[in-house]
């Protein structure tokens, strides 16, 4: 299966800087086929980012995707409040599909 | 607007079987447009992949939960469900459910804790 390592572990962040967050896969993830999600505590996980790049329904375009092969980036270009959670990547190009253990963006 | 719910003991008892059901509101479960999906999470940790099935009944499970895992559909009720069998504290987790788009989670229920304990 393929591994997908998230860094950093932790982001801390102040409201109004820019985010940028890693997934690295163990193995290349064809057609792009890696999403992103967001949850917050106590809340199920949202569908941010399919396809490497585009955007889910109703999600800011402050939220960005890029990448391809093995490094994938999520870039969140000014942080709004309401914007501090967990952020997993997840690919789906290779069964089982399978999540990174998340990136934590934090209040500084 | 689609919704789904998870519905299910809380509290499982080691080497029992895991019963949980999802439903769906606010859409149909028939569509062949969609799978349907469960997904959990260990408390504090990430997510992982049970498995996930289509209207007609066809499902994929996870390699490492296979020989455990049972997902069927209940069309007439607009609903699918889990079971789990033979179930350990490793299985303590939160468990979604979620509508598929291939295997994009693109709809989650709200999940439901269920704790393995005797």
């Known amino acids: 299966e393929i591994v997908l390592t998230q860094s950093p572990g932790t982001l801390s962040l102040s409201p109004g800087e820019r985010a940028t967050l890693s997934c690295r896969a163990s193995?290349?993830?064809?057609?792009?086929?890696l999403a992103w999600y967001q949850q917050k505590p106590g809340q199920a996980p949202r569908l941010l980012i399919y396809?490497?790049?585009s955007r889910a329904t109703g999600i800011p375009d402050r939220f960005s995707g890029s990448g391809s092969g093995t490094d994938f980036t999520l870039t969140i270009s000014r942080l709004e409040p309401e914007d501090f959670a967990v952020y997993y990547c997840?690919?789906?190009?290779?069964?089982?599909?399978?999540f990174g253990q998340g990136t934590k963006v934090e209040i500084k | 607007q689609l919704q789904l719910q998870e519905s299910g003991p809380g509290l499982v008892k080691p080497s029992e079987t895991l019963s949980l059901t999802c439903t769906v509101s606010?859409?149909?479960?028939?569509?062949?447009?969609?799978?349907w999906g469960w997904i959990r999470q260990p408390p504090g940790k990430g997510l992982e992949w049970i498995g996930n099935?289509?209207?007609?009944?066809?499902?994929y499970y996870n390699p490492s939960l296979k020989s455990r895992v049972t997902i069927s559909v209940d069309t007439s009720k607009n609903q699918f469900s889990l079971k789990l069998s033979s179930v350990t504290a490793a299985d303590t987790a939160v468990y979604y459910c979620?509508?598929?788009?291939?295997?994009?989670?693109?709809?989650w229920g709200q999940g439901t804790l269920v704790t393995v304990s005797s």
């Open positions: 979620a509508r598929l788009d291939g295997y994009i989670a693109a709809y």
């Open positions: 606010g859409g149909s479960i028939s569509s062949s447009n969609y799978y």
């Open positions: 099935i289509s209207y007609s009944g066809s499902t």
């Open positions: 193995q290349s993830v064809s057609s792009n086929y």
């Open positions: 396809g490497a790049s």
């Open positions: 997840q690919q789906y190009s290779i069964s089982p599909p399978t």
